[in-house]
């Protein structure tokens, strides 16, 4: 019989014998199936990982993710294995695979019983127990159980180690969920926490709970560390193999980088992404001009005035995209609902502290988020808690005017709902009692009560509005013809490394609650320290005698007025005795810093200070006086400066401010005098229709001038600062006074404030003559008493008056270069990349020489004429994209670069002065001849440096210029 003949006779056989296999296997089809699978593909590995265990794995709308996921696709990779996740609680999971339905299980202890039933891989991670604290409310060495029993301790409910706590006598407050217990230490409502060091770390991250750091390892008996491995079946001995041997050679500083990675920045990469605009993108920050962006005033530590200098967390991430793109910032600073009044008008091109929501999508263009908030309720009570929308049923609730959660606070709560302009008015409500809570972003809130000494305020919790935690996601916010810029913002914040991130945030997130009882201390170095004992703890200081309520000096010799408190004030932090050393006039005291003979000038205008002294330094401000107009009170109030154009105003010929009020304001008609007394007494007169001062000593003059038909009519936006100033060639004594005014907290300054310029108001009235006066008096009283006080609070918003932004210009009018206020924006930004390139900073200062001989010569058009010229010279001669020139006010200009060589900026210099001295500028029938004096500084800047030494560098050597006798180039280190 043929083949072909056996097998087409029993072929029928076989397929009926195959049918009926098939059929009596179908209950075990899945089995057969994923065996047969398995067969198919050794390669394939099915491992069983936990769904909500972060940061080492969870499942979310990115998919599986973690540190123990990023670990096994790093051994799949070296192993050649294909890694199959089941994810699932991990009750689920050892069940499964138990059952013998997965190969392997991830994150598993050794322990001696398993060791019987599966093969352990080597440990990959050790999971650390500690025990975690606030240090804004730090904890004393934790060495054992016993030491946090003085504590409110938390810790997780039904964990492996509640017996050790429980044998201990450890009363924990136990919670459900980690995220919990990590708020509730972040809120104040317990002292410490007890748990995994990644897991509480990464939580705390995510929250921007920034001050939240580990204490000490948890004192368990032994039992504060977990090994994380893999555990594979006991009959696959040559996949425990593959796993083990591919653990083995993972480089154990990418297990720790891995770690820190998902620990402190929740997986996203160390480094940054390369940011590259495109050639479109190029064009539009080509074309766009500079882009207002409005800044909460009072929205610390995100966005807050510091002293007319804008700062905060926000501040620094727009100074990065600044740097980033290329793109020119003009901040305008104020409250929230005039900001966003000005945004939907188009009066500003960028919100920078706003959230999305559908409404606000009409009239504005998102970024992607740059920050998360947490949005809480504080209360006078320490046992309120927000739980749920339910618990402000009832209640009288605080919240700023225009929040994006505001429409549906209201809902909840209806007129119970109280909007505020400003959030100190805000705290202070809740603190007398007129509503019982507050709604606020959590950084802002802590902010208020550490700036207030408000210490018996509370976190309730987080707000809850319709079964909805509430967060603000902070973003920037364009008009919407804008919109080309937003993704060009949203790749320069994908550009900001998470490293560079984390320091902003710690910058303005981890500032630590100030003590009450510890505010009058500081801590010395031992330099300082050194400094102090050499001067026998004696301070000698000189002072303006006649410049009260600011300082003067008394019949009897004694120092007096705001200074006067202030050196009280510093006397308690530094242990140390001021002395005053007697001066005649303001130009004595200047003198005898300089000669050595006082140690500072408590009190001193900060405007102009250094350039007519380049040898004191200054600290920082630490009280700004607002510039006021006075005229007579038949004068109505001005909204804007431009309205006093060819009204001849008297100024002070001392006043700091006189060169800028010049520049900034062409068409004011000054007269300069000699005191402000002579001044007053002409508006009085009618010859003066404004005088301009400060109006802290304007007011007091008034009174006792007895002067009661002068009043302010409005505020000029050019404030005067005062500082301490010291000898240059004391750095130390410097930084000791600077350690020092930083401890000033609110309430004093508060109190400074209202003994020396409010109630000065009244102490020297003639109550003689109260009843002819009365009437006229109040009126003069009142104004004054307002201004004092709103004035204070509208400190250096330049941009506004009464709440109406006027157009900033960053460019000189005359020359087309940039002015002062493009120099401010720019000449740190710059300084701050050449740092962190370590590449030469130049900046040089250009005068142009006997300039008033030019305009009384040939008169100020011709002047005019030169400035052009020079100007034009010096836009030809440094026209490449690293340097900047600014018209710094008069015949000065500056100029500020980042060069690659300093010899060739030498150079440069040279050949410019060499151009201007052979330039011929044609003006009517003459012919005019300029020759100009340089003074540069050139290096390149270390991490300590800061710009101001080179600008006072290249200032003092134009001086150096002059005094050799002009038209030549001078160089000064920085100091």
């Known amino acids: 019989m043929s083949l072909l003949a056996v097998l087409h006779r029993f072929i029928p056989v076989l397929v009926l014998l195959l049918a009926q296999l098939v059929l009596l296997a179908t209950p075990n089809v899945a089995i057969a199936s994923a065996n047969e699978n398995r067969q198919k593909d050794l390669n394939t590995v099915s491992i ?67 060791a019987k039933k599966m093969l352990f891989t080597r440990p990959y991670h050790i999971r650390q127990t500690i025990v975690m604290h606030d240090t804004r409310r730090p904890l004393p060495p934790i060495n054992s159980l016993e030491d946090l029993k003085p504590f409110r301790v938390g810790s997780l409910k039904d964990i492996y180690y509640s017996s050790v706590l429980q044998e201990a006598g450890l009363e924990t407050t136990e919670y459900s969920l980690q995220p919990e217990m990590v708020q509730a230490l972040s809120f104040g409502w317990i002292d410490a926490i007890i748990g995994p060091e990644v897991t509480l770390n990464y939580f705390a991250r995510q929250k921007g709970f920034v001050n939240l750091e580990v204490a000490s390892p948890a004192p368990l008996n032994g039992q504060d560390k977990e090994d994380f491995r893999i555990a594979v079946a006991l009959d696959q001995p040559d996949l425990h193999t593959k796993l083990d041997n591919a653990l083995g050679q993972i480089d154990p500083q990418w297990l720790e980088k891995l770690r820190i990675r998902w620990q402190e920045f929740g997986g996203r990469p160390l480094s940054s992404t390369q940011f590259e605009l495109s050639p479109s993108q190029k064009a539009t920050i080509r074309q766009q001009g500079p882009l207002r962006v409005g800044l909460m005033r009072d929205y610390a530590p995100l966005s807050f005035d510091n002293e007319g200098k804008v700062q905060g967390l926000t501040v620094d991430v727009l100074s990065r995209i600044a740097d980033l793109t290329g793109v020119r910032i003009v901040p305008v600073v104020d409250q929230w609902h005039n900001l966003i009044e000005l945004f939907k008008r188009g009066e500003i091109d960028v919100m920078a502290n706003i959230s999305d929501s559908p409404e606000r999508r009409s009239f504005a263009r998102f970024t992607a988020p740059y920050h998360y908030v947490s949005v809480v309720g504080f209360s006078r009570s320490p046992d309120k808690r927000l739980n749920s929308t339910a618990d402000l049923e009832g209640l009288k609730v605080g919240y700023g005017t225009g929040i994006f959660y505001e429409d549906a606070l209201k809902q909840h709560v209806g007129d119970n709902a109280i909007a505020f302009s400003d959030q100190a008015s805000m705290f202070i409500a809740l603190q007398n009692g007129q509503v019982d809570l507050v709604l606020a972003a959590l950084d802002n809130g802590n902010h208020w009560l550490r700036e207030m000494g408000l210490y018996n305020l509370h976190i309730a919790g987080e707000l809850v509005l319709s079964d909805q935690t509430v967060r603000e996601d902070l973003r920037f916010a364009f008009r919407s013809e804008l919109e080309p810029l937003v993704p060009i913002f949203n790749n320069a914040l994908s550009a900001i490394a998470p490293a560079q991130m984390r320091v902003i945030e710690n910058r303005w997130l981890g500032a630590a609650l100030i003590n009450p009882a510890s505010t009058n201390t500081i801590t010395l170095t031992e330099t300082e320290q050194a400094y102090l004992e050499s001067q026998g703890h004696k301070l000698v200081f000189c002072a303006n005698s006649n410049w009260m309520p600011l300082q003067g000096v008394s019949g009897d010799g004694a120092h007096t007025g705001l200074a006067s408190d202030l050196l009280n004030h510093l006397s308690e932090r530094l242990s140390v005795e001021f002395e005053h050393y007697p001066t005649q006039t303001w130009p004595e005291a200047l003198q005898a810093l300089t000669n050595g003979q006082c140690d500072l000038l408590p009190a001193v205008p900060a405007s102009d200070t250094l350039d007519k002294n380049p040898n004191i330094t200054l600290t920082e401000a630490y009280y700004t006086l607002p510039t006021v107009v006075l005229g007579r009170i038949e004068s109505p109030f001005f909204r804007s400066v431009t309205e006093l154009h060819g009204k001849p105003i008297g100024v002070s010929n001392h006043a700091a401010w006189v060169k800028d009020l010049n520049l900034q304001y062409p068409g004011l008609d000054l007269t300069q005098h000699a005191s402000e007394q002579d001044g007053l007494r002409k508006v009085q007169n009618g010859e003066l229709y404004g005088y301009v001062g400060t109006l802290a000593t304007t007011s007091l003059l008034l009174q006792e001038l007895e002067i009661n038909d002068v009043r302010v009519i409005g505020r000029i936006p050019m404030d005067t600062s005062l500082a301490i100033a010291v000898n240059e060639k004391d750095p130390t004594l410097a930084a000791l006074l600077e350690k020092a005014l930083a401890t000033l907290n609110a309430a004093e300054r508060n109190e400074m404030e209202s003994r020396w310029l409010a109630l000065a108001l009244e102490e020297k009235v003639d109550y003689t003559l109260l009843w002819k006066l009365l009437a006229v008096a109040l009126v003069v009283f009142a104004v004054l008493v307002y201004w004092n006080r709103k004035l204070r609070r509208l400190n250096k918003e330049l941009a506004l008056a009464n709440h109406k932004l006027a157009e900033i210009s960053t460019t000189d009018q005359l020359t087309g270069l940039g002015n002062r206020t493009y120099f401010e924006q720019t000449f740190e930004t710059l300084f701050d990349a050449c740092r962190t390139t370590q590449t030469p900073y130049l900046v040089a200062m250009i005068d142009a020489d006997h300039f008033k001989h030019i305009n009384d010569e040939w008169g100020h058009e011709a002047g005019d004429t030169c400035l052009i010229a020079l100007a034009n010279i010096l836009k030809s001669h440094y026209s490449d994209s690293n340097s900047e020139i600014v018209r710094f006010g008069g015949e000065e200009f500056v100029i500020f670069s980042e060069v690659s060589n300093e010899m060739l900026a030498k150079q440069q210099l040279e050949i410019l002065r060499s151009k201007v001295e052979n330039m011929k500028i044609a003006f009517e029938t003459h012919t005019i001849k300029l020759t100009v004096s340089i003074g540069y500084c050139c290096a390149a800047p270390q991490a300590n440096s800061l710009p101001q030494q080179w600008f006072r560098a290249a200032d003092r050597a134009l001086y150096d210029a002059k005094d050799a006798g002009r038209n030549r180039v001078m160089q000064r280190m920085p100091t």
């Open 48 to 114: 069983g990982v936990v769904a909500d265990n972060e940061p080492y794995s969870s499942f979310g709308a990115n998919g599986t993710e973690g540190f123990s996921i990023d670990v096994l696709n790093e051994i799949g990779r070296i192993s050649g294995l294909k890694m199959v996740y089941r994810v699932g609680s991990w009750s689920d999971i050892f069940a499964a695979f138990q059952r013998g339905e997965l190969d392997a299980v991830d994150e598993i202890s050794w322990r001696e019983d398993r």
